[in-house]
T-cell receptor
Framework: GIQVEQSPPDLILQEGANSTLRCNFS?????LQWFHQNPWGQLINLFY???GTKQNGRLSATTVATERYSLLYISSSQTTDSGVYFC???????????FGRGTSLIVHP | DGGITQSPKYLFRKEGQNVTLSCEQN?????MYWYRQDPGQGLRLIYY???????QKGDIAEGYSVSREKKESFPLTVTSAQKNPTAFYLC????????????FGPGTRLTVL
């Protein structure tokens, strides 16, 4: 099956800093989602982005499907951005997403 | 109020007991999923269902069972055969007729003593 690798595994920032999280995948994809899991465990949808670029406030994402990667940008980070960021992809005819292992982000005040 | 509800939020059980976790949705989504998450780990698929009265095993189905008698409900039973049931369990739904974007419930944290 498709392999999904996220980097870095851990990231520590000072409030106000910018960061880039990466998701590499081993095959062409139909769907790609980015999620934020908050400290209480809730997964929140950030972006549905199988290709192209989207922005939502301080967050933006870019997927370059032909090169098999997606990037999540966080600008002017805040303590509430802390948590784990997951990338999930679907490929072929499967409706079942494959999740990466996540990037754990800690933002210090 | 639309969304996905999971109950209970926390559950404690003695070893050897079966326990059922509830997942209900009013998003009118066809597909429902159960995932397990262990500390510091990603999500692993237990079972999924794309239509009522049909479900498929995921990567780690052993020791679990499900039913899908109604579109809105997809309960998960953790049986005594599951060797290490203590984990965080997440239910998700998606509209497979659309983009199949997944949405998650708040999760149930199961601790087996």
């Amino acid at each position: 099956g498709i392999q999904v690798e996220q980097s870095p595994p851990d990231l520590i920032l000072q409030e106000g800093a910018n960061s880039t999280l990466r998701c590499n995948f081993s095959d062409s994809v139909n769907n790609l989602q980015w999620f934020h899991q908050n400290p209480w465990g809730q997964l929140i949808n950030l972006f549905y982005i199988p290709s192209g670029t989207k922005q939502n406030g301080r967050l933006s994402a870019t997927t370059v499907a032909t090169e098999r990667y997606s990037l999540l940008y966080i600008s002017s980070s805040q303590t509430t951005d802390s948590g784990v960021y997951f990338c999930a992809v679907e490929s072929g005819g499967s409706y079942i997403p494959t999740f990466g292992r996540g990037t754990s982000l800690i933002v210090h005040p | 109020d639309g969304g996905i509800t999971q109950s209970p939020k926390y559950l404690f059980r003695k070893e050897g007991q079966n326990v059922t976790l509830s997942c209900e949705q009013n998003l009118n989504h066809d597909a429902m999923y159960w995932y397990r998450q262990d500390p510091g780990q990603g999500l692993r698929l237990i079972y999924y269902s794309q239509i009522v009265n049909d479900f498929q095993k995921g990567d780690i189905a052993e020791g679990y069972s499900v039913s899908r008698e109604k579109k809105e409900s997809f309960p998960l039973t953790v049986t005594s055969a599951q060797k290490n049931p203590t984990a965080f369990y997440l239910c998700a739904t998606s509209d497979s007729s659309s983009y199949n974007e997944q949405f998650f419930g708040p999760g149930t944290r199961l601790t087996v003593l």
